[in-house]
T-cell receptor
Framework: NAGVTQTPKFRVLKTGQSMTLLCAQD?????MYWYRQDPGMGLRLIHY???????AKGEVPDGYNVSRLKKQNFLLGLESAAPSQTSVYFC???????????????FGDGTRLSIL | DAKTTQPNSMESNEEEPVHLPCNHS???????IHWYRQLPSQGPEYVIH???SNVNNRMASLAIAEDRKSSTLILHRATLRDAAVYYC??????????????FGQGTTLQVKP
């Protein structure tokens, strides 16, 4: 039972390069999220999706794009990487929230991205 | 989004209880109180959540003040593995809720052997 799997675990990019981070979940969750965490800080939401084919912006969406073509996958893209995007990226997934229902988010182990 | 206030850091001795406080004076009626923790070099993991009544699970207990303006996460016997950053987060439930978590800086718990 893998849960939430993030690929790759580490990556070093040069400024201006592009890349895609993959998040895969095997729990049949509707909701998926991408967060970033800078040193000594809490997580900040980049983008999220409430279902296949839908995406929405979070707190810090600039410089990132996302796609949710399949329910189990959520992709985060950096079109032109900048040093300010050096961070640890976490993906999470959950069932839809509702009154009285416990729907915790399940997180992956993160992708550590450095941009030189 | 309602905000929470937590101490930056706390220390505990192994096998002793730990009480982690959280203030949320602007909490609304539909806000649930969630706790997550983040072990070093890992993603956050869910600990517990509650609305009005105290809650217990295998990991911890959550004590919620009668006016709901504060809560306390209780670890009954701290172990070295409980050393982590603990986040107290308010999450409104209702139709259209997207489950977005707003993380603060949390409380860094150190557990001494």
């Amino acid at each position: 039972n893998a849960g939430v799997t993030q690929t790759p675990k580490f990556r070093v990019l040069k400024t201006g390069q592009s890349m895609t981070l993959l998040c895969a979940q095997d729990m049949n969750h509707e909701y998926m999220y991408w967060y970033r965490q800078d040193p000594g800080m809490g997580l900040r939401l980049i983008h999220y999706s409430v279902g296949e084919g839908t995406t929405a912006k979070g707190e810090v969406p600039d410089g990132y794009n996302v796609s949710r073509l399949k329910k189990q996958n959520f992709l985060l893209g950096l079109e032109s990487a900048a040093p300010s995007q050096t961070s640890v990226y976490f993906c999470a997934s959950s069932y839809p929230a509702s009154l009285g229902s416990n729907q915790p988010q399940h997180f992956g182990d993160g992708t550590r991205l450095s941009i030189l | 989004d309602a905000k929470t206030t937590q101490p930056n850091s706390m220390e505990s001795n192994e096998e002793e209880p730990v009480h982690l406080p959280c203030n949320h004076s602007t909490i609304s009626g539909t806000d649930y109180i969630h706790w997550y923790r983040q072990l070093p070099s890992q993603g956050p993991e869910y600990v517990i959540h509650g609305l009005t009544s105290n809650v217990n699970n295998r990991m911890a207990s959550l004590a919620i003040a009668e006016d709901r303006k504060s809560s306390t996460l209780i670890l009954h016997r701290a172990t070295l593995r409980d050393a982590a950053v603990y986040y107290c987060i308010l999450l409104a439930y209702g139709s259209g809720n997207t489950g977005k978590l707003i993380f603060g800086q949390g409380t860094t718990l150190q557990v001494k052997p």
